[in-house]
């Protein structure tokens, strides 16, 4: 019991908000990383075996299942239409359905219902591709709407916007990092989560050039005693802010060293153990030490590697980076040095946009095909499971009480017994 509450006051003190470890209230989960410490999950499934239940969805998507105790939220697609579904854990029936916007559509392979939800516990928050940002309680009454083109201009990403909403501290952070099809200046804001009113805007200015300014990534938070930073990665550079003003403090013009006119940045940052991972266009995939002031280029770097991602996020333990590409190569790195532990490590061949998830000893992998394979994590490359949901899938792999849930074009997948943390 004691260690269970140790665990849940640490996270409250990092991310600001009380996010049991049975809980995964962002794209991310608990700690924004990617990482679970929940153990014996499943490692094996198919369509029907192993399943607790399936619900059937009207389309792609690219948000992550979000899940708060007995409550699961996903941003849906259906048609014209964009909406936030709740769905009972227990049984995966839909507990209600709220109209968040109309003109969704189709670019590329996303639509506009990319960015992942978010969640204290008592109020969801969710925002659309087309600007609608949302505020509901888990009854689903409707609590606060903004629409952030309509306040700020239009989005200017070429592929769309994609960018999930952070909330930490109990402030609502979102990014606008954009210049491919717009000349207006890119922006950070700060929001209320109460009243859904603009705190502080700060634009955020860059060098890079034609589809470079353009970031799909979401921001972290890094925090060290007294000094917390607001990390932001994009339009050349990666950047930590004070997140209660959000003035720049410092930054690293590290992810486009050959001044590629189309470096858009989709993989996330990620940050443990006092570095940040910051992935560009492959390459370099870079660590930095947070807490500078001014230019830090060269004075924070702490090491570079070839093998970064293009879509996955990385993941990582602290001891160990696990990077996977677009074409399901992966490589673990000495996470504080960048050396090669094992590299060239090929999967399943196909097309992988979703992140990996890093949980009881094992990494999930799932590529766009809808197989999710299983990959023992450590210095050994072993595939353990592969496992085929036999339908396109973009959405990043969630975790709860014992429980996968993965999210393809079709359904909504349950696998595995509920087993909730003992207090």
Request: glycine residues 10%; positive net charge; hydrophobic residues 35%.
């Amino acid at each position: 019991m004691m260690r269970n509450m140790m665990r849940s006051l640490l996270l409250f003190a990092s991310f600001g908000f009380a996010a049991a470890g049975a809980n995964w209230p962002q794209w991310r989960g608990p700690n924004m990383d990617g990482v679970s410490d929940e153990k014996g999950l499943p490692t094996r499934w198919t369509t029907g075996e192993n399943v607790t239940w399936k619900l059937a969805l009207p389309g792609r998507s690219g948000a992550t299942p979000i899940i708060w105790g007995d409550h699961v939220f996903l941003n849906i697609a259906d048609g014209d239409d964009l909406q936030l579904w709740a769905v009972d854990r227990k049984g995966g029936t839909v507990l209600w359905r709220k109209k968040l916007a109309g003109g969704n559509y189709k670019i590329n392979k996303q639509n506009m219902s990319s960015p992942s939800p978010v969640t204290d516990g008592k109020t969801v928050f969710i925002l659309t591709g087309t600007g609608i940002f949302k505020a509901f309680d888990f009854a689903g009454n409707e609590l606060w709407t903004r629409d952030i083109q309509k306040d700020y201009g239009q989005f200017g990403l070429n592929w769309g916007y994609a960018s999930s909403p952070l909330l930490w501290n109990n402030t609502l952070y979102l990014q606008v990092l954009h210049g491919m099809k717009t000349d207006d200046p890119s922006y950070l804001l700060k929001i209320d989560p109460k009243t859904g009113k603009t705190q502080a805007k700060v634009e955020r200015a860059t060098d890079a050039i034609v589809e470079s300014p353009d970031s799909y990534t979401t921001p972290i938070v890094w925090t060290s005693g007294k000094q917390t930073e607001l990390i932001i990665s994009g339009g050349d550079v990666v950047t930590g802010h004070d997140p209660s003003t959000l003035k720049e403090l410092w930054r690293a013009n590290i992810l486009n060293p050959q001044n590629n006119p189309m470096n858009r940045i989709i993989a996330s940052p990620v940050v443990k153990d006092g570095l940040i991972y910051a992935p560009t266009r492959v390459r370099p995939l870079s660590a930095l030490r947070p807490g500078g002031k001014g230019d830090v280029s060269k004075s924070h770097l702490v090491w570079q590697n070839p093998n970064g991602p293009d879509v996955p996020s990385p993941v990582t333990d602290g001891k160990y980076l696990y990077v996977t590409n677009d074409r399901g190569i992966i490589w673990c790195l000495d996470a504080k040095t960048g050396q090669e532990i094992y590299g060239g490590k090929r999967i399943k061949p196909a097309i992988y946009s979703s992140s990996p998830v890093l949980a009881d000893g094992k990494l999930y992998v799932t590529n766009e095909e809808g197989m999710v394979t299983v990959v023992k994590a450590g210095p050994e490359f072993e595939v353990l499971a592969e496992n085929d949901m036999k339908d396109y899938t973009l959405s990043s792999p969630a975790v709860s009480d014992g429980q996968l849930f993965i999210r393809t074009a079709g359904y909504l997948y349950c696998i595995g017994k509920r087993t909730p943390a003992k207090e």
